[in-house]
Every structure is written in C-alpha cells, then in structure tokens.
C-alpha cells in the first residue's frame, strides 16, 4: 500500500515537474520584451524591420511610446512594465540620479559583445565611482554637421570666393549685397558657429589653461568682439533685417526662392533647396560649405558632436530574473551582421557597397523600406555604424555631397571636442539650458541694436553670474578636475568618417 | 392676430435710429473681419494641405492652394496609425459624451430637487471637486493603482462627469415647472419615469448643448494620451496629431524624415495640414444637427425662476 501510494507520490511529482517545465518553456517561447521609446512618427511594432529581426534574432520585442519628458517621468517613477527605457541623454542625467536605472554591471559581464561594440567613451560615461552600470549608450561620432552653406552658382558667377578670416567675410557680404542685391547671409543664430570662430568662440564651456579653470564663453574677450561685429553687420544690412524674428520655415523660403545666398545649412537640408530652387527655373543652383573662419591666431574653432546622444536603461523595478534575456536581445542587436540588416537593409536589394565597403542606397526601395531602421538602435555599434549610416548620407547625391565637402575641408584643420562633451553634474542639469537661453535672448538683442553692448555688457554679465553662472563654471571645473577619462574622451574629436572617406584629421 | 403681428413687426424694423442703425452697420463689419480673422489660419491650413512641396517651402501659399495637388491627403489617409487613432477618438468620443450625459442627468437631477437631504452638502462636495484637483502626479497614481493606463477607460471613465456641465443641466432642471413633474406622478409616475419619460424630453436643448460640449471635450483631449498611453494602437487622433506637429519640428539628423516619407513631392507642413484639416472634420460636421438647439441651449440655467 505504502509502496502504491509512493509511486503515485512520485508519478504525481514527476507529472507536475513536467508540466512545471513546459510551461516555463512555453513562456520563455512566447516572452515579450518590452521596450518603452520616445514618440515616433510611425509605430515600430507594424515596420517591417521588426519581422525581420525576429525572425533573425528569435526575440519578440514590442515597443510602446511616451509621449513628452513628463510622460516619461511618470511612467519611470510610477513603476513602468517595460524591460528597457530610452531616454535622451538630458533626461538620463535627470532621472538616473534619482534611482530610475537598475546597475547592469553584473549581467553585462555575461553579454561582452555588448560592451566591444559601443565605444568606450560611452562606458565611461555610463559608470559611476563604484562600477556601477547605469545603461546602454549611444555614442554619437565626432561627425562636423555643418557650416555656412553658399550658392556656389552665384559665387560662380559673380567670381567670390571662400573667406577664410573675419575680414574676408566682411568683404565677401559686402561684395554679394552690392553685385547681387540679394540678402548675403539669412540666419537667426545668436552665436553663428562659423563668424563665432572667427573670434575665437566655440562652446559655451571650455577649458582655460591659464586659470586652470572651466569658463564660460562670457570671459572671452572674443564674445564682446563678436557680438560687436553681428550689430555692425546687422546694421550695413549685410545679414537678414529679420535675422532676430527669423523662425526654420522663414530661413527655408529665402534660401530656396534665391532671396538669400548664404546661411547655416547641413546635409539632410540642401536637398530640399536644391529641388526648390531647380524647379523654380535656378537649373544650376547648387551649395557648398563655408566652415568656421580662422581666429586671429590663425585656428578654426570647428565643433563637433562626439557625446552620448541617448541611453538605455533598464528600469530600477524590473526583475533581476528578466534582465539577462533583454541584454541578450541587446546583444543581438549589436551584433554586426544583425545591425547592418536593420540599418541598410539587404545588400543588393537595398544597397550596394563599393571596394571600401562604403553603401550606397537603392532608391526608391531604400526610402521606402529602411527609413526607421535605426530607430531599432540600441546604442551604437562603433565599427560598422560609421559604414552603414553612410546609406542614409548617400541617400541624394546633393546630400552626400554636403557632407563630404564640409568634413573633408574641417578635418584638414581639425575638429574641436568638447571637454563637457560626457558632461553631467548637477549644476550643468540645472542651470545650462537656462543660461544658454538666457545669453542667447541678450546676444540677439544686441545684434538688432535694442540694447547697447558696452553699457549693458557688465549688468548682463552679473546677471548671467547670479543666475546660476558661478556655480555652473564651479561645477564644470571640479567635474573637469575629477574625470580626467571623460575629458579626454570629449576632446579627443574621435571621427571614424575620416577613416570611411580617406582623409586626414589633423 | 397674424396682421396684428406683422404690423408690431413692421413698426420695430421701421423704429431704428439712425445712430442705430450706423451701431448694426458697423457692428456687422468689426464682427465679420473678427470672424473671418479667426478663419484665416484655417484657411491657409487648407491652402497648405493642398500646394506642393515647391509652393510651400518658397512660401507662396496664403489663402489659395499654389500647384494644387491632393496627394498629401492620399498620404496621411495611407497612414494606418491616423485610420487607428481616428477609431479609437470616435469610439472615445461616441461612448464619453452618452456616459458622460447619463452621468450628468443621473446626478443634476436629484441635485435639482429642493427637498432633496444634505442637498447643498452634495452640491459643495461637486463644486469643491471643480475648483480643486488632485494634481498630476497623485491622479497618475490612482490611474495606475485602478489598472486604468493604457486601456481605452483611462480616455472615458475619469471624464465621465463634468461638473460645470452638470450645474448647467442642474439649473435647467430647476426650471421646469414642478406642476409638470407633480402631474405624472399623479398618473402613477416614479422617480425615474418622471426623469426619462417628462424632464428629458423637456430639456433637449439642454442636453444637446452640454452634449456637443462633452463631444468636443472628449474629441479635442489630447492630455489624457499623452499622459497615461504609451501603446501606439490605443492613442487617440489628438495625441497622434500632437506627435506629428512636434515630430515634424524636431527632426533630427538621423532619421532625415522629411526626405524619407516618400516626399519627393511633399511636405512636412503640408502633412501636418493635411491632418489637421482632417482631424477637425468629424467635428465639424456635429455643428449643424445641433444648430436649431444650441442658441436655446446657450441660455441653459441662464435665468432661474
């Protein structure tokens, strides 16, 4: 009887622990990552990039959306369901302190693909004083987006030529004004890179070795100076009279209905005016890139964009016990064969690649299919992302153009890193964007002459301090003082575009 | 009668003042220019939604469509999340304005009667509820706490009672003569006979007006999506509509979205136009059915008795 009932115990046990096993089995087959992303113009669950990567990497992924930051603060603070979070690198500096991020250190042990492929810099960033992990990088390259851009079949026709100094600029916006009667330069910058550099101004924050301190672009002699050169432009007419009330869509018509030769223009948007212009009957109207102008120690002061851009987190709710299989997922990502695919598409059908392995699209089939594929991104795969982003510049022959004519002329004097670049103190989360805007309301009301420079210049300067200005040079420079690693890493203007197209960076 | 009527008639159009008569004139003209100034924008809207990519980036457009093409609308109408958000804003809209009238009968009404007790107690707990919220963060909670975020409840069930609307329908209940009311009960009416069979019928003009107030509510609510919905399938045409504009605005180096959505011959502007213009249709088309009850319904508890 005793015997009877044991191996009915045991049948019983074993039926259970079968059942137990399938049914795990099961889950595990039909297990959804959920990811949560900032809004996008179409929903990823229905791209079809989504099939292809679960067919190929065999993770079902589904993605809901958060509307704006506050959604976002809501949703992370209130316990979200989603096994990853994507948050813009301003938000992660804001949410990550207050214990939105779970530490994956200890799991991305187990994933080493996840970490060869995002560049170091973005580890750097991502890692506290303990080793703590905080997410998963995007590391943008240190790409120049763009400078002046000119009509080069005006400056065809009319003889004018690049400026390379301040002086030369001034005269070549003398020059167009007086032979073509055609507004020189639209714009609404208050600190247009390109003049900017002409004196000596590049970030807003940069190091000075003489006071071994990081200081605002107020204490530059060069600002007053430049400041005082936009007003006397803004005067002579030689920018846009509506350089101060300017908005995108305003800029946009001067240039594409030939009202305006120059302004700050980039790659993804002289396309538009080319076919603007070509339509409207200007069949030559082409542009070229006027880069940032030499200062009067003969250096140009070209800024890049070499920082985090956007981190993954996963949430500080999530199991312990899920997040192997999401950084699985990840991993999956990364790896190079899987993140060509969802970038490019498939070569021969999407693209096709010259003897330097640099893609061109097949369009019209690229544009159709490929266009949100890196939004499927999770940070950034540093040796093959340089590669096929190059589909998406290759997209238009003007767009292509744009880009090499600007890159290739500023690396022949170097790029400028940040030293903020992996910036994050609280200081910098608090008060940047605030001063930023502030400098920027005065800087363009000096330009349009509503307030004087030199009467105004020492009450603003206090004001800028009292606002949050000392505490946020403060900050910069004991951050700068205390991670040496990401300073470095900011000023080291890393391009892997100079390597793609063959030229050198100096 | 009817000659005496047309004479009363005759002698009022005949008794305006010059002085008054110039007040109509001019009157009219300042109100026509506001109203047309408020039409505008929505006319260069449509002119935008219809004018080529060229036309709109060279700025030619103001008030009539320049190289006139429909394809902006044949692309946003391809869209299937636009085809998704207009559902779930109709059916969001379709389900709150009926609850939202039940809901506001159920509670006006015996708000309205006099010997209802604690009457006044009740009233204050509503009114309190009208001038002070809980606030963002504590309301996300409780949504949370009650499953609600992201399902389609999270849009219908919290805006089920307006209060404001609910005092309008209030004061018109008080309106109606209580002799009507005491007759049917008289025949046997109850409670609720009495509210569906005599105040309801009685009071159409009231409902049409808070009715259409509820329907625009529920149609124009934006925030609610933003907020609590995060899966694409459930996010009403407001919200999607409130993407695109800032999507458009923001785009970024990567993606090169103006260049990608097939826009060989379109426009960012002219998209968001486009969906703008057929976003407010639905809308729009209310207006008209309403229209014989809404200058009645306009003075809902305006007068009490």
């Not at chain 1, 779970?102 to 080793?131: M, R």
């Not at chain 1, 940040?418 to 608090?430: K, M, N, R, T």
């Not at chain 2, 809207?45 to 609308?73: C, E, H, R």
């Amino acid at each position: 009887m005793s015997k009877r009932l044991l191996s009915l115990a045991l049948a019983l046990a074993l039926a259970l622990t079968m059942g137990l096993s399938l049914s795990a089995g099961a889950e595990e087959e039909g297990r959804v990552i959920n990811i949560l992303l900032n809004a996008q113009a179409v929903d990823l669950n229905e791209d079809q990039i989504a099939g292809w990567l679960e067919e190929k990497t065999g993770f079902k992924v589904h993605y809901d959306y958060y509307a704006n930051n506050e959604a976002l603060t809501l949703a992370v603070a209130n316990g979200t369901d989603a096994d990853l979070v994507f948050m813009s690198a301003a938000m992660y500096q804001t949410l990550q302190p207050k214990g939105a991020a779970k530490d994956i250190s200890t799991f991305l042990a187990d994933q080493p693909t996840i970490v060869e492929k995002i560049h170091a810099n973005g580890w750097k960033y991502d890692t506290d004083e303990n080793g703590a992990i905080w997410g998963i990088p995007s590391v943008d390259d240190a790409v120049y987006t763009g400078g002046t851009v000119y009509r080069t079949d005006i400056f065809a026709d009319y003889g004018f030529e690049e400026p390379d100094t301040v002086d030369e600029f001034y005269q070549l916006l003398k020059d167009i004004k007086e032979q073509t009667g055609l507004i020189p330069l639209t714009g609404n910058e208050a600190v247009q890179p390109v003049i900017a550099s002409g004196f000596g101004i590049s970030y807003n924050l940069v190091y000075d070795a003489e006071t071994d301190s990081v200081q605002s672009y107020l204490r530059n002699p060069g600002m007053k100076e430049y400041l005082a050169f936009m007003h006397k432009l803004y005067e002579e007419e030689l920018i846009d009279p509506e350089w101060p009330v300017n908005k995108g869509d305003n800029i946009n018509e001067k240039i594409s209905s030939s009202k305006a030769v120059m302004t700050m223009g980039y790659h993804w948007s002289t396309l538009n005016w080319v076919n603007a212009l070509v339509e409207t009957g200007d069949e030559d109207a082409y542009f070229k890139t006027i880069i940032p102008l030499k200062d009067a120690n003969g250096k140009r002061h070209t800024t890049v964009s070499n920082s985090v851009s956007n981190v993954y987190i996963v949430p500080a709710t999530a199991n312990d016990e899920d997040v192997p299989y999401t950084l699985a997922m990840v991993a999956s990502r990364l790896d190079d064969e899987t993140y060509w695919m969802f970038n490019d598409g498939i070569e021969g059908t999407h693209y096709t690649k010259d003897e330097e392995g640099i893609p061109t699209p097949i369009m019209p089939i690229f544009g159709e299919t490929m266009t949100y594929g890196d939004k499927f991104q999770i940070g950034r795969n540093q040796f093959v992302h340089p590669y096929s982003w190059m589909a998406r510049v290759h997209k238009s022959q003007v767009q292509y153009d744009t880009f090499y004519d600007a890159n290739s002329k500023a690396a022949k004097d170097g790029f400028e890193g940040s030293v903020l670049a992996f910036a994050s103190f609280p200081a910098y989360s608090e008060y940047n964007a605030a001063l930023t805007t502030l400098c920027n309301d005065y800087f363009m009301t000096i330009i349009a002459g509503t307030e004087d420079l030199e009467s105004s210049w020492d009450d603003f300067v206090t004001e800028w301090e009292q606002s949050g200005g000392l505490e946020l040079e403060q900050g910069a420079t004991e951050w700068y003082h205390n991670n040496p690693d990401l300073v470095a890493a900011g000023q080291s203007s890393y391009s892997p575009y100079a390597s793609v197209f063959g030229y050198e960076i100096n | 009668m009817a000659q005496a009527v047309k004479t009363k008639k005759t002698s009022i159009t005949y008794g305006l003042s010059t002085g008054e008569k110039a007040f109509g004139i001019v009157n009219f003209v300042i109100l026509a220019i506001l109203g047309l100034l408020m039409l505008f924008p929505f006319v260069n809207l449509i002119a935008k939604s219809l004018s080529s990519n060229t036309a709109i980036t060279t700025g030619q457009v103001t008030f009539w469509p320049v190289d006139f093409q429909t394809g902006t609308y044949r692309f946003v109408l391809k869209q299937g999340q636009f085809w998704n958000s207009f559902r779930i804003s109709i059916v969001v809209t379709l389900c709150g304005t009926f609850g939202a009238l039940i809901m506001s009968c159920i509670t006006a009404y015996p708000l309205s009667k006099k010997w209802l007790w604690g009457r006044k107690f009740f009233a204050l707990i509503f009114v309190f509820t009208m001038l002070f919220s809980g606030g963002m963060v504590p309301s996300y909670i409780l949504m949370r706490a009650l499953n609600f975020v992201n399902t389609i409840w999270v849009l219908i069930i919290p805006a089920l009672l307006g209060v404001y609307n609910m005092i309008l329908l209030k004061n018109f209940f008080e309106e109606i003569p209580e002799a009507v009311e005491e007759s049917a009960q008289l025949d046997g009416a109850g409670s609720l006979r009495t509210l569906f069979s005599i105040v309801l019928p009685m009071s159409l003009p009231a409902l049409a007006t808070i009715g259409l107030f509820y329907a625009v509510g529920f149609w124009d609510n934006y925030m609610t999506g933003l907020l609590y919905i995060t899966t694409p399938s459930l996010r009403p045409l407001q919200t999607y509509l409130y993407q695109l504009v800032t999507e458009a605005t923001n785009i970024s180096a990567e993606t090169m979205t103006a260049e990608d959505m097939e826009l060989a011959s379109l426009n960012t502007e002219a998209i968001r136009a486009a969906t703008i213009m057929l976003a407010c249709v639905p809308i729009m088309c209310v207006y008209p059915f309403l229209q014989k009850y809404f200058v009645k319904g306009m003075r809902v508890g305006s007068v009490k008795g």
